[in-house]
């Protein structure tokens, strides 16, 4: 393939003077591979999946993309059309999550990338490209949850489980990856009108979160999770970590309710309770394949096209909207393989 001649789509966000500001317009546009970025592994992106990130670097989060223009997307899964080592052949399925893709490199809102090959993953036996993009990188950190709380010895038969966030990206997967390992889980959202499609996905119940995010000055409150899976932050996670049984554990991998946590030592020594950061981004490739085998094989959920939707890079624009304003319900999926 001739890099200098090829022509492709993508979402390109450019930023724009306003005065004595900007502002952050992302657009369908079309490149050239030659102006992708270096690197071993050129890929034909099938499809992508949109992520929080992904919001803000499309609206111009500067800690999260520097400089602009810029085509986000943190996820993609593909095939391989060109290879500089050996590992990757012309015609492999493979996807890329997290490492710089989509923040400070050209991301999979794009019908190719070119990444380093230490970014890459061959597709495991068992998952479609496609499903691997419905998981993408919300479903593979609500797996590194579940793991982290596992590993503290979490089991069925200790009680609720609360996951924040729940019609969310990592949220849907969280709840239905704990329902399918036998856990009790309770659902924490503010969109009531979904409490039919939590329960199908595997919750037991449904909680409001503005009552669970209640200002409270007491230092405990009565326990009642064994476990949680947080993407809230503030002070939502303070009244979970005030309120797990003696010995709980909270996975926290998010800060859409606030980056702040203005909390005090008494769950963790009165209690003996466990805060577990989680990241995503920069694992060791050979941590992030063994994640992903699990969710392929014995992880694998039953109900994947039910938590995803399909869109078109006409409606991506759109659809980061949707996520920013908080309405978005499930996973949504950037299908390069319709007509763009």
Known sequence: MNSTDVAFKCFRVSEKADGDSSRFIG????????????????????????????VLSANGNKSVTRQYPHTPGIDAAGTVVNSDIA?????????????????????????????????????PVGLTLHH??????????????????????LSPDKGEIL??????????????????????????????NQESFLKDIGATSIIDRAGLAE???????????????????????????????????????????????????????LRGVNLLGVDSVNLPLEKKGAIWALLASSWALPKLET???????WELAESLQTILEGRAVGRMILNLSRPN
């Open 87 to 123: 590992q990757f052949k012309c015609g492999d399925q493979v996807l890329v999550t997290g490492y710089d893709l989509g923040m400070n490199t050209d991301g999979g809102f794009s019908e190719y990338i070119r990444v380093p090959a230490t970014w890459v993953l061959p597709l």
């Open 27 to 54: 657009e369908r546009s079309e490149r050239k591979l030659s102006e992708l970025p270096p690197g071993d592994v050129l890929i034909k992106v099938h499809y992508s999946s949109l992520n929080y990130k992904d």
């Open 307 to 313: 938590i995803g939707t399909d869109i078109t890079l």
């Open 215 to 269: 200002p409270s000055t007491r230092p405990l409150l009565k326990e009642r999770w064994a476990g949680a899976v947080d993407v809230a932050g503030g002070e939502l996670l303070w009244n979970i970590l005030k309120s797990l049984q003696y010995g709980g554990s909270v996975a926290c991998c998010g800060l859409v309710g606030a980056p702040t946590l203005d909390a005090t030592v008494f769950p963790f020594i």
């Open 132 to 153: 691997s993009m419905v998981l993408g990188t919300a479903g593979f950190t609500a797996a590194l949850c579940v793991e982290k709380l596992i590993q503290t010895g």
């Open 163 to 192: 996951v924040t966030g729940a019609t969310g990206g990592v949220g849907v997967i969280a709840v239905a990856l704990l329902a399918k390992l036998g856990y009790t889980v309770t659902a924490c959202t503010g969109k009531h």
